[in-house]
């Protein structure tokens, strides 16, 4: 049995494990568990320390785990540990701030990026593990309702409520991944490299971290969305292919009416409008059906798919006007009544339920005007992010290097506002695959040049990067440099 193994079976048997108390057994164990998981050399693992305080006491907060080096070796500490604390029937593993303060931590727990994988690790356990919403809030007790889930380890939570930050419960073997998953992510945020079966599985988790921070979805996906929910709108950073799924999904139903909104598109262009005609004797006004119309007359007789490009770049609520209230997926009954009656339209107008409507949002322009809420809860929203894959299928080294530190470095110091800056895969693909492969990496290259930088540094001039402004300044000049050693 692998040592990791043995120690969370000890885990799960709580205070009724046979070697409680046994302080030297469990620090041997420990120690087998740095050396399987963790590189060996002497100056890694001297930037830990064991603390074995496992007592049969009821009354007693009894813990081991894992500290930081630059701490005192008995007593309070300070900066994050990995621990478990053994209680009735099972354990509670835990990341936990020492009650002595954030240490030298403070730049771990203040990360955007370690709150992310945490996030990512609940999302990845179904909920198994629990994270507090705020990692550097050492004033809020755990919820009682989360607590209450636990084994019961009064004492421990007396003492340590306020600084626990995530927690797993081991009851059976199966609680295991989760608590490797938090051991490993403490020992990968404190520089300890993983080896061996560990850095393999390590590897594997982090990409599922990665896609678990940018969810991938698929055509068949969004379309099953869209012919439930009939009005969609697909958001994301730029150059995540939200135009290009529009167009497919649009390819894909077989009928469709393509619009591109902009500052100057109004209820008349959208809705319905009286337009000037010269005429001899002056000038005459027809009445025209703007796109909505057009699109809901295709849709009489088939399922036809309104596509809205940009569509925050227009003033939503004056572009709708009433026609707001028919956007309503389950309550096709709805009828409005135009103000003008085009030919071969009825003055009361419904939306048939065969038309669709999909629009696209790019959330890295701040300059556009923002959905209010009474629109924004008649869409659904489905998320678009870079594509983890589509950049290596491609082959090309630079872009592949380069997308990596662009996905690390919003994912690591970015907040949930510049995140959605993030630029997606298309900047790091090729823009004219149909030309000769042999020329791939050069107009990579120059699209990257020409389009990547540009874009982070226009980032960085509007300042829109807040605390990771520092940060994209670095990937700026990084990606720069590949390029000039080119």
Not at 70 to 86: I, R
Not at 298 to 311: G, K, T
Not at 397 to 415: G, Q, R
């Amino acid at each position: 049995m692998s040592a990791t193994r043995e120690l969370i079976k000890g885990m799960a048997q709580g205070r009724a494990w046979s070697s409680m108390g046994d302080t030297e057994a469990v620090r041997g164990l420990l120690d087998r568990v740095y050396d399987e998981r963790c590189h060996r050399a002497l100056h890694y693992k001297e930037r830990f320390q064991l603390r074995v305080n496992l007592q049969k006491k009821d009354d007693a907060a009894s813990y081991a785990g894992w500290i930081t080096a630059e701490n005192p070796t008995s007593g309070p500490y300070q900066g994050t540990s990995f621990v478990w604390f053994p209680g009735e029937s099972g354990s509670v593993a835990v990341l936990v701030i020492g009650t002595d303060g954030f240490g030298a931590d403070t730049a771990v727990l203040g990360r955007p990026g370690h709150a992310r994988r945490l996030r990512a690790l609940t999302r990845l356990h179904r909920g198994k593990v629990w994270i507090k919403p705020d990692l550097l809030d050492v004033s809020t007790e755990i919820p009682s309702v989360i607590a209450q889930r636990w084994p019961e380890i009064p004492a421990a939570l007396k003492a340590y409520a306020r600084v626990i930050y995530a927690a797993v419960t081991v009851r059976a073997d199966g609680d295991g991944p989760a608590v490797e998953d938090l051991l490993d992510l403490f020992f990968h945020e404190h520089g300890a490299p993983l080896t061996g079966d560990a850095k393999k599985r390590w590897e594997r988790r982090l990409e599922e971290i990665a896609g678990a921070v940018f969810p991938a979805v698929t055509l068949d996906e969004v379309l099953a969305i869209l012919r439930e929910r009939r009005f969609v709108v697909l958001e994301g950073p730029p150059g995540t292919g939200k135009t290009r799924l529009a167009y497919q999904l649009a390819e894909r139903v077989g009928s469709a009416t393509h619009v591109q909104f902009h500052a100057a598109r109004t209820y008349e262009d959208f809705v319905v409008g009286l337009f000037p005609r010269p005429t001899g004797q002056g000038l005459a006004f027809d009445v025209r059906p703007g796109d909505l119309l057009v699109g809901n007359m295709a849709a009489r007789e088939r399922e036809h798919v309104l596509v809205i490009d940009e569509i925050n770049r227009a003033d939503l609520a004056r572009v709708l006007g009433e026609a707001v209230v028919l956007f309503e997926a389950g309550e096709t009954s709805r009828s409005i009544r135009l103000p003008h009656a085009p030919t071969g339209h009825e003055q009361e107008m419904k939306l048939s339920p065969n038309l669709l409507v999909l629009g696209t949002r790019n959330t890295a322009d701040r300059t556009i005007a923002r959905m209010d809420i009474a629109i924004r809860r008649r869409f659904a929203f489905v998320e678009m992010w870079p594509d983890l894959q589509a950049v290596e299928k491609e082959g090309v080294d630079l872009a592949i290097a380069a997308f990596a530190d662009t996905i690390h470095t919003f994912v690591e110091f970015s907040d949930e506002d510049t995140l959605r800056l993030v630029p997606g895969h298309a900047y790091f693909l090729d823009p004219r695959p149909d030309l000769d492969r042999r020329g791939r990496a050069d107009r990579v290259a120059r699209r990257m040049q020409l389009e990547l930088v540009p874009l982070l540094r226009h980032y960085l001039d509007e300042r829109l990067c807040g605390a990771a402004s520092e940060a994209v300044a670095g990937l700026a000049d990084r990606i720069e440099a590949r390029l000039m050693e080119r």
